[in-house]
């Protein structure tokens, strides 16, 4: 009997534990997604100035981010995402917007790969 409360009191820790890192990976791929999806809105009305501010403070952002999700995330897919995020900040003074657009996109896509590879299933659990 021992054995079976102490096998169900670590299926609850663990689930306990996966439901909150679920929580504070989407919590900070949202802020990170907003900055990203706003400089993109001003990549496409063509305001340069702005979309820089928004993604030198983007970079800040990240960096504050990527220390927190270190311990949950495959540090890989943090440094893909940092990467494109400093050459985003980098290509906006070219004013090349297809590029930079195309830049943005796939910055939302590796953030949403993250988000989906850490939501709750029974292969995480398990």
Same mark, same amino acid.
Request: glycine share 2%; with cysteine; hydrophobic share 45%.
């Given at each position: 009997m021992k054995r079976l409360i102490t096998a169900i009191t670590l299926i609850v820790i663990i689930t306990a534990l996966c439901i909150g890192v679920n929580f504070l990976v989407s919590h900070e791929v949202n802020s990170v997604?907003? &900055?990203v999806t706003q400089c993109k809105d001003y990549m496409i009305k063509k305001d340069s100035a702005q979309a820089q501010k928004i993604a030198d403070?983007?970079?800040k952002e990240w960096e504050k981010r990527e220390? #927190? #999700?270190s311990p949950f995330i495959n540090h890989e897919k943090i440094d893909e995402i940092g990467l494109e $995020?400093?050459?985003l900040a980098?290509?906006?003074r070219a004013e090349n917007y297809p590029v /930079? /657009?195309?830049d943005a996109e796939t910055i939302l896509a590796l953030l949403?790969? &993250? =988000? =989906?590879? =850490?939501? $709750?299933n029974l292969h995480s659990i398990f």
């Amino acid at each position: 009997m021992k054995r079976l409360i102490t096998a169900i009191t670590l299926i609850v820790i663990i689930t306990a534990l996966c439901i909150g890192v679920n929580f504070l990976v989407s919590h900070e791929v949202n802020s990170v997604r907003a &900055m990203v999806t706003q400089c993109k809105d001003y990549m496409i009305k063509k305001d340069s100035a702005q979309a820089q501010k928004i993604a030198d403070a983007l970079v800040k952002e990240w960096e504050k981010r990527e220390t #927190l #999700l270190s311990p949950f995330i495959n540090h890989e897919k943090i440094d893909e995402i940092g990467l494109e $995020i400093t050459s985003l900040a980098a290509n906006i003074r070219a004013e090349n917007y297809p590029v /930079l /657009l195309r830049d943005a996109e796939t910055i939302l896509a590796l953030l949403h790969q &993250m =988000e =989906e590879d =850490e939501k $709750i299933n029974l292969h995480s659990i398990f």
